[in-house]
């Protein structure tokens, strides 16, 4: 595929079918437009938020009283309100369905699979929603859960969002002090876990784990069945029933949905950083709702009756975002335990089997697909899939033309970017669009995206800044435990007055496409020139002999010098042919700035508990300070690797 060529052109046939352009022509006649192409239908979005948002509103048939106001004190970010007059709730969106088509579909790798009806779900809802009443459970309050990706999981979900109660969860690989950090912070009124879960072919006792966790936070805890145990482990508990005793007493019935204000907390979530305890993000209902029904429908093209699919845990919030196609009527496909096991087909024998028009991971699993040798292409019938999504970190160039030459050559790849802060995407895909190599194809609609230099001016085809500039209703409601908002107006507004600064470094392409660089905190100097570490990765991670890497920089000689860490694929050592390899490659690829000064092979890289490695962590302990949080980490044992390390002294 020659450089100067997109990857990939959506026909007129595609785009004539999408939800985007039909949701165009929509607003054209209603508002008596012409928008000459989506750029045009984008920058209208933007400057008309409150025509567009609802629209978003009227069009995807939102449930609730939408009120006359969609948007006062638009100019001021933190006191801009959406909707202020509107009252809904989200579970009656989400369960718009009814009937015995599968709501749900759940691999738990080779052990478990099961099916849920729309009418199966419904009816266990109605019994949660019962039973939470029945404990006292009501509005404002917090129901926290350390869950796999399961059935269960999105029933106990949305029957806390029934009642106006607030959803938090995290997975059960967390450590016990991980979850105190996070879950203690808010107090929930209930917890709810499982009796354990499978990893790579292995059952993952958690048992005492559960009972130290349950003790610290003090709440009544409902244990849901998994691997087997359920009984034990409840009445190990002070305070401990299984979910089938605790919606016992309750027949399912119709469930009664509370509609609450448009910013009504729905979920918190956590900041997976290793800088301190974690921070707790509050996202409403409203601007939850409206934002992924957005990315759902136009971004992702998602219809009734589509498979969609995320490989994600419930302590990311990718599960959020996935379990928002339900108010598209989509069937959701979720899978629990490791992505290659019992082989790497995995996921892709899922996606036959299941037809999957949406599939969405992470940048990390496909260069684990593309250097463990699987081409599914292939050897799978993926005829149904028509978006491929990947999120976590920058997806590569190499990785986009795996995508196509490896997995499908006719597919939309779409590397989206947003986070836990916003609880969805700034930059994503868009249907109506060409794919670039390496290129995020754009930004959201209604979002005023920009790059910006240190100076605060917009720049393009130039490193900068990633900010948005007019407030967005998946804007988070507030933090937790941060009364006078001090500590949401330093994560996003103290570097620029009035506009919300992501911390991602990123950079406008003459296509009108973005590249992220990595994140801005991690921003490399030496010389006093910003380098992004996503640059360097984006090289040396082509290499047959790198599995992956993790670059920082270190203060060295009053300036900062690039060190390289590498973990080698099987049977490789690191030569001085190999240094020589590394280097070159990434001077002719990027620049000789990239070029490191140091580079060292290690055993293993850390990273988060939904994969993103922590250059942040490894600088710390470089530089021989003490790392805060390692709780947030999967493996934290591997910053040991990082200290005094001799190759550092000189």
């Known amino acids: 595929m020659q450089a100067d060529r997109p990857l990939w052109v959506p026909s007129r046939e595609f785009i004539a079918e999408t939800p985007l352009k039909a949701f165009m022509d929509w607003c054209a006649d209603r508002f008596s437009k012409e928008f000459e192409d989506v750029d045009a239908f984008h920058a209208w979005s933007v400057e008309e938020r409150a025509d567009f948002w609802a629209a978003v509103w009227d069009f995807c048939d939102v449930k609730g009283d939408r009120g006359e106001r969609a948007l006062i004190n638009g100019d001021d970010m933190l006191a801009a309100r959406f909707f202020p007059d509107a009252t809904l709730n989200f579970t009656e969106n989400l369960l718009r369905l009814s009937g015995e088509g599968d709501a749900l579909v759940f691999w738990g790798e080779d ?47 949305l029957a806390t969002a029934s009642i106006g109660a607030i959803w938090s969860s995290c997975s059960p690989d967390f450590g016990e002090q991980g979850v105190l950090d996070r879950f203690g912070q808010i107090k929930p009124s209930l917890f709810i876990v499982c009796d354990g879960y499978w990893y790579a072919g292995k059952k993952q006792n958690i048992a005492a784990k559960v009972g130290a966790i349950a003790s610290g ?8 069945p998994y691997v087997g145990g359920t009984q034990e482990l409840a009445a190990s508990l002070e305070a401990g029933c299984t979910i089938g005793d605790f919606i016992a007493p309750f027949q399912a019935g119709l469930i009664e949905y509370e509609r609450l204000p448009f910013s009504h907390p729905l979920y918190i979530l956590f ?60 069937t959701l496909c979720l899978f629990d335990g490791s992505p290659f096991h019992p082989s790497g087909n995995v996921l892709f024998d899922y996606a036959q089997e299941e037809a999957f028009a949406v599939f969405g991971t992470s940048a990390k699993y496909i260069d684990a697909v593309r250097k463990g040798g699987y081409t599914p292409v292939s050897t799978h019938d993926l005829s149904s899939l028509r978006l491929m999504t990947s999120t976590g970190s920058p997806l590569a160039p190499e990785g986009f033309m795996f995508v196509y030459e490896g997995i499908k050559p006719d597919v939309q790849l779409a590397s989206i970017s947003g986070g836990t802060d916003i609880v969805s995407c700034f930059v994503l895909g868009n249907p ?31 490193k900068g800044e990633l900010v948005c500039t007019r407030a967005f209703p998946s804007m988070p409601v507030m933090f937790w435990n941060d009364p006078e908002g001090q500590k949401y107006r330093a994560a996003y507004f103290e570097r620029f007055d009035n506009v919300w600064c992501h911390g991602d470094f990123a950079e406008w392409t003459k296509h009108g496409g973005l590249v992220i660089h990595g994140r801005s905190d991690a921003t490399l100097n030496p010389g006093g020139v910003r380098i992004g570490t996503a640059e360097i990765y984006n090289q040396v991670e082509q290499l047959d002999e790198v599995q992956e890497a993790l670059c920082i920089g270190q203060d060295w000689d009053d300036d900062v010098r690039v060190v390289l ?71 934290p044992e591997a910053l040991d690797l990082y200290a005094d390390l001799a190759e550092l002294k000189a």
């Open 111 to 157: 052990k478990v699979k099961s099916r849920m009806s729309w009418n199966e779900l419904r009816a266990l809802v109605s019994r949660l929603q019962q039973a939470f009443k029945a404990a006292g459970i009501g509005n404002g309050d917090r129901v926290a859960a350390m869950m796999p990706n399961m059935p269960e999981t999105f029933a106990c979900m």
């Open 217 to 224: 936070l003090g709440a009544p805890t409902v244990v849901v």
């Open 271 to 330: 900041s997976s950083g290793t800088t301190g305890i974690p921070k707790c993000i509050v996202h409403s209902a409203g601007g939850t709702l409206l934002q992924h029904l957005k990315e759902h429908r136009f971004h992702c093209s998602l219809k009734e009756g589509d498979k969609l699919f995320y490989f994600t845990t419930c302590g990311w919030m990718m599960w959020n975002w996935l379990a928002s196609g339900l108010a598209v009527g989509a």
């Open 432 to 462: 109506l669009k060409p794919v670039w190599r390496g290129e995020i194809q754009g930004p959201g609609l209604g979002l005023a995206i920009d790059v910006w230099n240190d100076e605060g001016h917009s720049v393009r085809e130039e």
């Open 565 to 635: 860490f590498v973990r080698l694929a099987a049977g490789q050592t690191l030569t001085d042919d190999l240094v020589k390899t590394i280097k070159t490659k990434i001077r002719t690829g990027a620049s000789p700035r990239h070029v490191p000064a140091k580079i060292i092979a290690v055993s293993d890289i850390p990273r988060t508990k939904s994969g993103k490695i922590v250059e942040l962590a490894v600088r710390e302990v470089v530089h021989g300070r003490a790392v805060k949080n390692k709780e947030a980490l999967a493996n």
